[in-house]
């Protein structure tokens, strides 16, 4: 684990003689949020390390669910659309 240790000192620059040039370093892209990392909770760290054991399923299997899901979905909405027809009938019969 990280522990919070003091930085050292930044050392000053040392100042540039006159006509010298500085050497100039390209910058690497860095990432803007970079320092939430320091900030991260412990369970943000655990729920990361247990999606990484994850297994997670195929372009097939996932293609297949769906079809299940979606032939599930329509199967019980026209069984409940069927009783509800036939309860309005019902009622519709007995109260008008």
């Keep these: 684990m990280r522990e919070n240790l003091p930085r050292p000192a930044a050392a000053a620059a040392a100042p540039l003689a006159v006509g ?3 050497p ?3 910058h690497k892209r860095r990432n803007p949020l970079a320092f939430l990392g320091r900030f991260e909770p412990r369970f943000v760290a655990d729920i ?4 990484r054991k994850v297994t997670w399923p195929t372009l097939a ?3 297949y669910l769906t079809v299940v899901v979606a032939i599930v979905a329509v199967a019980v909405g026209l069984f409940l659309g069927g ?3 036939a309860f309005g009938w019902i009622v519709q019969r007995l109260f008008f």
């Design 24 to 26: 100039s370093v390209p």
């Design 61 to 63: 299997e996932t293609r």
């Design 83 to 85: 009783i509800d027809l």
């Design 48 to 51: 990361i390390s247990e999606l």
């Design 20 to 22: 010298v040039v500085r």
